[in-house]
């Protein structure tokens, strides 16, 4: 079975991106190993504070991210990170090729339950004007060069793309490698499995009810045919499921509050996910544009997502268009 790095060189990586992808497998290594350890590790829990994003913070939370911070800036290659768990860039190398904007534990508060957890990543590069503030990431995801998510779960997996299809590597524990295990993964373009938190379907706009009104009603409605429902609640998780078998992911613009419409970041979930999706022939949209062409203006900017099987998509942004 083939090495994480020896697929990259295979595949024409440059050296600098190898190596800050070399940088990601060391930190996926350290952050699975403290998950996990559990409450061996005495890191379950909420600390006193809160992150930017006015959610509760768990320990391992902060871990996580200190460990990513310190191994990426540690790379020469590395010009700044943007975290979830930072409010600000972090500098690294001034000669430095790439940024690198991540989540370090999406879905964590899965952490107290024992469940599935993850890191997302995507790597840009650094634009022309290298200005060292947040506006070199202010990028369009098509830019990025590569994108991936690490999932601890029952095994460890690095889900990987370099702009040449989607590879999935697991991490063998007994020599501490990532080995390659799928490759060139391809969503089916039709589906019969949703992915939504259906909590919130009376703040959605009528077009997301009419659509999901339509899943639920299965062969007795204008659909003609059964579908069924999983949440996992991570991001990281939900969205493996659909690369792996299939499916449709959504967490849409809901009315809670008109400040925030919608939950999910655009630089370290929806950009990453979105080309990994699109790199397995998916669709990742945001109810007005696709994911990848959204210029950003804020780091921890928030995004409608709805992706994965083609034509349910599309089905679903069918909907949207005819409610409006
Ligand atoms: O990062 C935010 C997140 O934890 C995602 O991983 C997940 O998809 C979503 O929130 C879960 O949301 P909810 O709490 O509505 O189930
Ligand atoms: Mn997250």
Known sequence: MQRLIPTLRQDQVDEALISVIHSLQITAKEI??????????????????????????????????????????????VRAVASEEEEGIVLGHENGEYLIAFDPLDGSSNIDINSMVGTIFSILPVPENNSGTADMFLQPGRNQVAAGYILYGPSIMMALTTGKGVKIFTLDQTVGEFLLTKRDLAIAPDTSEFAINISNYRHWQEGMQLYVDDLLAGTSGQRSKNFNMRWVAAMVADVHRVLIRGGIFLYPWDARSIDKPYKLRLMYEGNPMAMLVEQAGGLAHSGDMAILDIQPTDIHQRVGIILGARNEVNACLGYLKASQ
Request: charge should be negative; include cysteine.
């Open 32 to 77: 699975s190993f403290r998950v996990g350890q559990g409450d061996l590790a005495g890191v379950l829990g909420s600390t006193l504070s809160e992150n930017i994003q006015g959610e509760t913070q768990k320990k391992l939370d902060i871990l996580s991210n200190q460990l990513i911070k310190d191994i990426l800036l540690e790379c020469g290659h």
